[in-house]
């Protein structure tokens, strides 16, 4: 079964403007990491927060997390074409395993040139 | 090697036949993955390896499924009798943390998408 919940689902922005992308999950968690995957290819970890912050950032990327209303969102400041593929949210449960990632549906994020 | 090879990338088999997958992880990663992805979905698990055992295959669908990882690096992912059905990516990951420790992150192979005709 899959944790969280992506909206949107698909997402289309021009290059420059910020991509905001959401994630909803339904247990408590250890931590909330954030992936990419181009067409075809792999995933890419991109950014994790742990269950006691509420911030973080990594260079364009800007992660937050609301545990009280089990939402994350993820921001892309300044985007780029190449910026252009899908967007995971994975979590971690607490209380259990802390081996199981946990993924959901993923954003499609689209940024024309 | 640099990062997780998967091999084949592409394989194309009839409804019955056999096929493995083979998943060579990053050196010294400890911990095993595989996880499938259906088209327009995120990934699922199918089983965690820590070294040579199989700590956990509660996401293995069906017992046509078996993995194996006989001395702790590569592994080798197993479906007997294939069904349409199991027509996805196949993704195999490594870590040398678990995700659980706040550093922990998972390193992700290209895949192998399996197409079962």
């Known amino acids: 079964s899959q944790q969280g919940e992506e909206d949107p689902q698909a997402l289309s922005i021009q290059e420059g403007e910020n991509a905001t992308m959401n994630c909803s999950y339904k247990?408590?968690?250890?931590?909330l990491q954030w992936y990419r995957q181009n067409s075809g290819r792999g995933l890419v970890h991109l950014i994790l927060?742990?269950?006691?912050?509420r911030e973080n950032h990594s260079g364009r990327l800007r992660v937050t997390l609301d545990t009280s209303k089990k939402s994350s969102s993820l921001l892309i400041t300044a985007s780029r074409a190449a910026d252009t593929a899908s967007y995971f949210c994975?979590?971690?449960?607490?209380?259990?395993?802390?081996?199981?990632?946990?993924f959901g549906k993923g954003t499609l994020l689209t940024v024309n040139p | 090697g640099a990062g997780v090879s998967q091999t084949p990338s592409n394989k194309v088999t009839e409804k019955g036949k056999y096929v493995e997958l083979r998943c060579d992880p990053i050196?010294?990663?400890?911990?095993l993955y595989w996880y499938r992805q259906s088209l327009g979905q995120g990934p699922e698990f199918l089983i965690y390896?820590?070294?040579?055992?199989?700590?956990?295959d509660s996401g293995l669908p069906n017992d046509r499924f078996f993995a194996v990882r006989p001395e702790g690096s590569v592994s080798t992912l197993k479906i007997q009798r294939t069904e349409r059905g199991d027509s996805a990516v196949y993704l195999c990951?490594?870590?040398?943390?678990?995700?659980?420790?706040?550093?922990?992150?998972?390193?992700f192979g290209e895949g192998s998408r399996l197409t079962v005709l």
């Open positions: 050196s010294g990663h400890t911990a």
């Open positions: 990951a490594s870590s040398a943390v678990p995700p659980g420790r706040n550093t922990g992150e998972l390193f």
């Open positions: 994975a979590t971690v449960h607490s209380g259990g395993s802390n081996y199981k990632l946990t």
């Open positions: 390896f820590q070294g040579t055992g199989a700590a956990d």
């Open positions: 247990t408590s968690i250890n931590n």
């Open positions: 927060i742990r269950s006691n912050e």
